[in-house]
C-alpha cells in the first residue's frame, strides 16, 4: 500500500522561503513520477511542480517557474518541493502525488498547509 507523508509547511513572511518534504513508502520510488498539487480555499487543485522518475526532466506551473524547484532522493524515497520567494498567493494547501508510469494508478498524500503572511 502507497503512503505519501508530506511535511515541511507552515506560516511565512511573503519573501521567505520553506522547502516541502514528501516521505513515500509502499512502493517501488523509481517507477513513479513524483508531483506536487496545491489547492487554495474555493479553487479547484492544481498542478505546482512535477518530476521524472529518474529526476531528468521536470515541469512547472508558469507561476512559479524560478522561484520553486522540485528535486528527488531515489535512495531516500523522498521528493521535496523548494519555495523561494513566496507570496501571499501561493498559500494553499500542498499535496504530493505519486503516479505508477506503468500502472498509471496515482496516489495522493494528506496534504501540508502553507501559509504566506503580507
Known amino acids: 500500500q502507497v503512503q505519501l507523508v508530506e511535511s515541511g509547511g507552515g506560516l511565512v513572511q511573503s519573501g521567505g522561503s520553506l522547502r516541502l518534504s514528501c516521505a513515500a513508502s509502499?512502493?517501488?520510488?523509481?517507477?513513479?513520477?513524483m508531483s506536487w498539487y496545491r489547492q487554495a480555499p474555493g479553487k479547484e487543485r492544481e498542478l505546482v511542480a512535477s518530476i521524472s522518475e529518474s529526476g531528468s526532466i521536470t515541469n512547472y506551473k508558469d507561476s512559479v517557474k524560478g522561484r520553486f524547484t522540485i528535486s528527488r532522493d531515489n535512495a531516500k524515497k523522498t521528493v521535496y518541493l523548494q519555495m523561494d520567494t513566496l507570496s501571499p498567493e501561493d498559500t494553499a494547501v500542498y499535496y504530493c502525488h505519486a503516479l505508477n508510469t506503468r500502472t498509471l494508478y496515482p496516489s495522493w498524500g494528506l496534504g501540508t498547509q502553507v501559509t504566506v503572511s503580507s
Open positions: 509502499g512502493l517501488t520510488f523509481s517507477f513513479y513520477r
